[in-house]
């Protein structure tokens, strides 16, 4: 979740690349920056071009979203929710079945799946070509879930780099991706200090 002027937008982790970029572009915007399990995406490029071979392996799902068609087939399916979830997310039921249909609903509404392959496309194109970021201006918060199965948690050793402010992280040991599902109360807790005055 990232916080724009304490505005919170909900969703999955892949608007926290956005939210990187917006902090950066646009510093007045955003009054303090909150990030779970998503690296700057500088730290992403470099992994990914840099030969990171294990976070090639763990990142085989952008190859898979740049085939045409097949993606737009599998993506929000029930079956696609539920697998996700039980690989990405360590506590079990941490996403209830309730939970996975609302996804479905979401994601069966006309034109749903093309924007979340499509960003996956684009940021699969676009990485040789994407200047850098600027610094962020903003207070920055990075929650991490150290069993990630999509990232290393060595994406975030060099974040504090990318950061004017102050920048704080959190490893939280028994989390997946989906740290926000896996450990709701400590991800709260932490938000909740972060973004008070």
């Known amino acids: 979740m990232a916080l724009m002027e304490l505005k919170v937008f909900k969703g999955t982790n892949d608007k926290h690349a956005v939210a990187w970029a917006v902090a950066a572009l646009h510093p007045d915007v955003v009054k303090k920056l909150a990030i779970l399990n998503v690296p700057h995406p500088a730290e992403m490029k470099r992994a990914l071009m840099g030969g990171n071979f294990s976070q090639l392996l763990k990142s085989w799902y952008i190859f898979f979203f740049q085939l045409p068609f097949i993606p737009e087939q599998i993506i929000g399916t029930e079956k696609f929710f539920k697998g996700t979830f039980k690989k ?18 979401a994601y069966s509404q006309p034109g749903a799946v093309k924007g979340p392959v499509s ?12 200047p850098e970021l600027p610094n962020i201006k903003a207070p ?29 992280i959190h490893y939280e040991p028994a989390s997946g991706h989906f740290v926000q599902h896996d450990n709701p109360e400590w991800v709260n807790g932490h938000l909740v200090k972060f973004i008070k005055p």
Do not use: H, I
Not at 151 to 164: A, Q, R, V, W
């Open 140 to 168: 920055v918060l990075m929650l991490w879930g150290e069993q990630d199965t999509a990232l290393g948690k060595e994406l975030t050793y060099n974040t504090k780099k990318y950061c004017e402010n102050t920048f704080e």
């Open 88 to 105: 990405m997310c360590r506590t079990p039921y941490a996403v209830s079945k309730d939970d996975v249909q609302k996804y479905v609903e």
């Open 119 to 130: 960003y996956y496309r684009a940021m699969f194109r676009g990485a040789l070509s994407t």
